[in-house]
């Protein structure tokens, strides 16, 4: 009966060992942990599909940051992001943020496309220059009837 206690306690503590370990990862990936320093800043789309809180911002394809808000402008009718930068990455403010995707079928993320201003963002400053995310099946379609893309009734 003492061998079933030693083995029961062994067997929760490697289930507790592996749930830390799994909290530990998951805060890391979501930006939850690290104890990194960020600063917020803002931007407004026209279209933000495949962006929601958590998507990551990257620059030159590295990761610097995560969307923190998104939200619909009432008044404009745009959608506005709030997104977060690390500390010590200075943008310049004259830089642009577009909605990119990974792939065909890949997830979408923010990128910082940094300016060559001398100034820099300061926290809660909004980038002007956005480009919002690209409608494939648009595209297809407008390729597919030759560049037109209203139905044709003859």
């Known amino acids: 009966m003492l061998m079933e206690n030693k083995a029961e306690i062994l067997m929760g503590a490697a289930v507790l060992a592996v749930a830390a370990v799994f909290l530990i990862y998951a805060g890391q990936i979501t930006g939850f ?10 931007a407004s789309f026209r279209n933000i599909d495949g962006i929601e809180v958590g998507t990551e911002v ?6 610097v940051g995560r969307v923190a808000e ?3 402008d009432r008044e404009t009718f745009f959608a506005k992001a709030e997104f977060t930068v690390h500390e010590h990455i ?3 403010d004259d830089s ?3 909605v990119s ?10 990128e910082i496309v940094p300016g060559a201003s001398p100034f820099f963002l300061e926290p809660g400053d909004e980038i002007d220059f956005t480009q919002g995310s690209v409608n494939l099946i648009g595209l297809l379609m407008k390729l597919v009837s030759g560049g037109n ?5 003859e």
């Open 90 to 92: 200075e943008v310049p």
């Open 70 to 72: 998104v939200n619909l």
């Open 96 to 98: 642009a943020v577009t």
């Open 149 to 153: 893309v209203e139905s044709r009734t």
């Open 58 to 63: 990257r620059i030159a394809g590295v990761k």
């Open 101 to 110: 995707s990974e792939g065909l079928l890949g997830g979408a993320y923010l």
């Open 33 to 42: 942990a690290g104890g990194q320093s960020e600063y917020r800043l803002n």
